[in-house]
């Protein structure tokens, strides 16, 4: 079993989506190398499930596991705030955004 | 092309609210959207709830309620007290929510650009599921709270906005406003939905709360102007007291009806007419309460169906003083012609006295009522809002076509003018004054018909006396004058002649 479980809530085809997903694509590449399960679900295929997940923003990255859950919304441009987001990095509100 | 059609007027969808029907003409653009904007506590969330109710309950139409604040749990607990079963129309596939509240653990990193396209895939799954025809979102300031780019928001909810219009529903958002009398609304919302506007208020003027509700536009369509007081009864919802927007129009009654007192008749020239408004003016113990009895305890002697509302005495005190004088209201109560409500002024707001006598007169269908006194409503509420509720309650009582008799308590002994006479005595019919009139040591009361619509009347000032069969009109007061004015004064025989002689002015002209 995979230790990280990533889901991606993206909009069809719109470039933001498009982009969104390709820089977590790269991401988990580089950081996760394969430890991970990406589950790409399209709100306007399976609204029922952006429901359950109470989402509103697309694109929007959940990290479901390893716990404590955390949520990104945008096209994941910033390779640094993506790993915050995952927890790849210390947490700290300070350090959004600002480069190690 | 067809031209009828252009010129016709826009279908409107009834809102579950009565009186907002009423004062937009029919309700809510059909197909539109409506903006309901409010400060905190204005009742934005109840008008959102009840939109989607009214049309669950009286339309069979399906709602999708889209809550941004407050979780679906909280709103199906708070409207259970309003008597909205949400859980049950939820199962009945009649209700659904959309849930975009905020729950610890889902605030998000922004990072890069985003859109809501999932909060709008959201809704139209929603509305296309149910099949719902109405849809409340509650509220859009909510959102913004929970984004740091309110350009995006504003550009999407916008995008939501349209995406409704196209799906056919008629929705109602609500959103904040920071002061009572400013802006619209915050955020700049208006831009994006502003065809359609409803302000509602929750203004503390003078230590009292005064909600409001007001349509400001409804773009291509007609509708009242104003505000429009109302209030949140339990099992209702949101009840807007309809005050002026009650049609004016009824034809006057010619039939006479008595007073309740042979002699007032008679100075009355043959008693009221039916669809009279009667004030009856006086301090206290000048006999207002008395002629109130005779009003409503000889015409339920009859058969007629009377209401008596007491805002002053208690139920033991108006039956106990009715013996005095000889009437027995127990007995017409028993028999089902007279119905007494006694309350206190202060147990609840004019909105709510105004609707427990409408709904009062619509039950037990009166053909008179009475309330004693009126002026004891005078201290519940603001003046504006006291006028509006004379006005409302006057113009409901002609509207039934039914006898009406107010009292009025005079703030000094002698006389004067309270609240209630400067705004009931242009719309009163009949006014009866009552006035104390000191003679030679000694208090005497006296009664004077002052106003009578439609006919002639005594002009006299009587004197009237009061024993163990009620009131007793007797001669009119003689060598006294400046009684209505409250300071009686005493002038010989000699300067009455004078003043009644033909040449009194001739004589005046040649004194030098």
Avoid at chain 2, 432 to 455: C, D, N, Q
Wanted: with cysteine; proline share 3%.
């Amino acid at each position: 079993m995979s230790r990280y479980v990533l889901k991606l809530y993206v909009t069809g085809q719109t470039p933001k989506s498009q982009a969104a997903i390709v820089n977590l694509r790269r991401i988990c590449q580089e950081q996760l190398a394969g430890e991970h399960e990406l589950i790409i679900i399209d709100v306007l295929e399976q609204p029922q499930l952006a429901e359950d997940d109470k989402i509103l923003a697309t694109p929007t990255l959940v990290k479901q596991l390893p716990l404590p859950s955390r949520r990104t919304i945008g096209d994941l441009s910033d390779k640094e705030k993506v790993l915050l987001g995952l927890d790849l990095r210390a947490w700290d509100p300070q350090s959004m955004g600002v480069e190690r | 092309m067809n031209r009828d059609k252009e010129t016709c007027e826009l279908e409107k969808l009834p809102t579950g609210i009565k009186g907002l029907d009423l004062t937009s003409y029919g309700g809510l653009p059909k197909g539109r959207t409506t903006l309901v904007s409010g400060t905190v506590g204005s009742g934005k969330t109840i008008l959102a709830v009840q939109f989607l109710a009214g049309g669950i309950k009286d339309a069979g139409e399906r709602g999708v309620f889209v809550t941004c604040e407050e979780t679906p749990t909280d709103i199906r607990t708070n409207m259970l007290s309003l008597g909205w079963d949400i859980q049950q129309w939820e199962d009945e596939g009649k209700w659904a929510f959309v849930d975009a509240s905020r729950y610890p653990g889902t605030e998000a990193i922004e990072n890069g650009p985003y859109d809501l396209g999932a909060f709008l895939a959201r809704i139209e799954h929603a509305v296309a599921k149910l099949g719902a025809t109405r849809v409340s979102v509650d509220s859009l300031g909510a959102i913004f709270s929970q984004f740091s780019d309110a350009g995006t928001v504003r550009r999407e909810l916008f995008r939501i906005a349209v995406a409704l219009k196209r799906l056919g529903v008629t929705a109602v958002m609500t959103t904040e406003r920071t002061e009572e009398y400013g802006d619209i609304a915050r955020h700049g919302v208006e831009e994006f939905v502003a065809d359609n506007v409803v302000l509602m208020r929750n203004v503390l003027d003078q230590e009292k709360r005064r909600r409001t509700i007001e349509v400001l536009k409804l773009r291509g369509t007609g509708h009242q102007s104003g505000e429009w007081p109302f209030t949140v009864l339990p099992a209702k919802g949101i009840v807007i007291v309809p005050l002026s927007a009650i049609e004016a129009t009824r034809k006057s009654s010619t039939v006479r009806v008595t007073s309740g007192n042979a002699e007032l008749d008679a100075m009355c020239s043959g008693g009221f007419f039916r669809d009279f408004i009667i004030l009856v003016s006086g301090a206290t113990g000048t006999g207002k309460t008395l002629i109130v009895t005779h009003f409503v305890g000889t015409a339920a002697a009859t058969g007629e169906r009377c209401l008596l509302y007491a805002f002053e005495e208690n139920h033991e005190q108006l039956l106990r003083n009715a013996n005095g004088w000889g009437v027995d209201l127990e007995k017409l109560e028993k028999a089902g012609n007279l119905r007494i409500v006694c309350a206190y002024p202060e147990s609840a707001g004019l909105e709510r006295h105004f609707l427990s006598i409408r709904d009062a007169v619509e039950e037990f269908k009166p053909t008179r009522i009475a309330v004693d006194s009126l002026s004891a409503l005078e201290h519940v509420a603001t003046d504006k809002s006291f006028r509006e509720f004379i006005v409302g309650l006057t113009l409901f009582i002609k509207h039934h076509g039914i006898t009406g008799m107010f009292t009025s308590t005079t703030p000094m002994l002698m006389g004067g003018m309270s609240a209630t006479e400067a705004h009931v005595s242009t719309i009163a019919d009949s006014i009866i004054l009552l006035r104390y009139a000191e003679m030679f040591g000694e208090v005497r009361r006296g009664l004077a018909v002052l106003k009578m619509r439609g006919s002639t009347h005594d002009k006299n000032i009587r004197e009237i006396q009061v024993d163990g069969m009620g009131m007793h009109i007797g001669r009119p007061f003689q060598g006294i004058t400046g009684i209505l004015s409250g300071r009686p004064r005493h002038i010989s025989r000699d300067q009455i002649d004078r003043a009644s002689s033909p040449s009194t002015q001739e004589e005046l002209a040649r004194t030098p």
